[in-house]
């Protein structure tokens, strides 16, 4: 597919505004974080069945920090680094990942030198111009992220500029159906009220886009797959907290998460009836009775970083070991 300029509900990516977010967020997104640690279960599970040995990994977008223990667990010979756009979530990786070394000091110099730094590498930058070298990386690992910028196309570009040839990308993000129960909700106030119909969250990528997207920026053997997580909730209010201490209102510009429609008198008038249409949806039978609804379609991806076929100059490339092949073996 030809990546599209523009999508319905993906405003131009707006570093500044992302970080003030996420900045804002920093001090109350560990009552939320409960859904990016699942995601990053599930996603250790799945990496256990790939064989990779790399010699340093890049968690990009690591937010507060939680999942580089987990990677420092599964490769301790590998050196793992962070970097996210806020510098407060930031702040509170270096808090999380800060190691207990008191047993250093029993250790001979010489010796506590070849054991290397073991705490925090995490360092402020946008994922889509990742402060770090070509072919820095040989696992890149990003969980819960993507989805904040209008062209995942342009990511994987940059994703695949630091990652070593045969090197694994290893992602997950959030996928059409999320939070539909809160985009039907704001759709039934709009047209109840009259309010012209506007984005409220993310427009969410297809998975099968993201496949796409992947092998144009010189990734192969992508496997996607996805599964949908519903999170219930006792009262609308709850729900509405929680999706803003997300951060998943990246359109709303007053600072609450509305927008300010005819003023505050307005703007609390819409607010009640999106509390009402939240409630209307609230489960009537099954295990779930009276609660409602929060549904996140979670996609997980995995792909390799390919041989290139050109050069930088546009050359092509032929590799030593496919001279002699026939046409329809060479890659």
Request: hydrophobic letters at 40%.
């Amino acid at each position: 597919m030809s990546p599209s300029p523009a999508r319905t509900g993906r405003p131009d990516y707006d570093t500044r505004h992302l970080r003030r977010i996420f900045d804002r967020r920093a001090a109350t997104f560990d009552d939320v974080a409960f859904l990016p640690r699942e995601i990053a279960q599930r996603m250790r599970e799945r990496l256990e069945y790939i064989k990779v040995n790399p010699a340093a990994v890049l968690d990009i977008a690591c937010g507060q920090g939680d999942d580089l223990p987990g990677l420092r667990e599964r490769f301790p010979e590998a050196p793992v680094f962070g970097t996210d756009l806020s510098l407060a979530m930031l702040r509170r990786a270096r808090e999380h990942d800060a190691p207990d070394t008191s047993w250093r000091r029993f250790l001979p110099a010489s010796v506590g030198r070849a054991l290397g730094s073991r705490g925090p590498r995490v360092v402020q930058g946008d994922f889509a111009e990742l402060p770090f070298a070509h072919d820095a990386f040989e696992l890149l690992w990003s969980n819960f992220a993507l989805h904040w910028h209008p062209r995942p196309d342009l990511v994987f570009g940059e994703w695949q500029r630091v990652l070593k040839v045969n090197g694994l990308l290893m992602f997950s993000t959030l996928g059409p159906d999320t939070l539909k129960e809160l985009r039907g909700a704001f759709a039934e106030v709009e047209a109840a009220h009259g309010v012209p119909t506007r984005a409220h969250v993310i427009d969410f990528v297809d998975m099968h886009d993201l496949g796409d997207m992947l092998v144009e920026n010189g990734f192969e053997i992508p496997v996607m797959d996805q599964e949908a997580l519903t999170i219930t909730y006792k009262t609308p209010e709850k729900l509405l907290a929680d999706v803003r201490r997300w951060g998943a209102y990246p359109f709303e510009r007053n600072g609450d998460g509305e927008r300010d429609h005819g003023g505050t008198h307005g703007a609390r008038r819409l607010h009640r009836a999106l509390v009402a249409a939240l409630e209307a949806r609230r489960c009537t039978d099954g295990p779930h009775a009276g609660t409602i609804p929060l549904t996140f379609e979670i996609i997980y991806g995995h792909a390799w970083k390919a041989v290139p076929r050109t050069t930088a100059e546009g050359h092509g490339i032929v590799r030593l070991e496919d001279i002699g092949r026939g046409p329809a073996r060479n890659r």
